[in-house]
């Protein structure tokens, strides 16, 4: 199973990012994913997910200007930030799991993990 983010870079406060998500190794399809983010000296912390069937779940904090979407044709789950603030700054970890159960929220219940994406966002 290998996971491969894309699409980090630096941006202006306001501006937007998408970042990308290659799966492969596995049944796309069948599997939840997450984006989770942890910025230096903080803990990771859960951004967005998307089930097997397309539930989204979003932290508060990114609630209102983020989308999370998979396209299971191309193995891709993918994270479209708009209104970057500078607290967005982090990288950003795609994450795999391949039970429905437990909470979305929980870096523990995801099983693999990309190798993360930097997002720098500049004020």
């Known amino acids: 199973v290998q996971l491969i983010e894309t699409g980090g870079g630096l941006v202006q406060a306001g501006g937007s990012l998408r970042l990308s998500c290659s799966a492969s190794?596995?049944?796309?399809?069948?599997?939840?994913m997450g984006w989770f983010r942890q910025a230096p000296g903080k803990d990771r912390e859960f951004v967005a997910a998307?089930?097997?069937?397309?539930?989204?779940h979003y932290a508060l904090s990114v609630k209102d200007r983020s989308t999370i979407a998979r396209d299971n044709a191309k193995n891709s789950v993918y994270l479209q930030m708009n209104s970057l603030k500078p607290e967005d700054t982090a990288v950003y970890y795609c994450?795999?799991?391949?039970?429905?159960?437990?909470?979305?929220?929980?870096?523990?219940?995801?099983?693999?993990w990309g190798q993360g994406t930097q997002v720098t966002v500049s004020s």
């Open positions: 994450a795999a799991r391949t039970s429905s159960s437990g909470s979305y929220y929980s870096s523990y219940e995801y099983d693999d």
């Open positions: 190794g596995y049944l796309f399809s069948s599997y939840d």
């Open positions: 998307i089930t097997w069937s397309g539930n989204t």
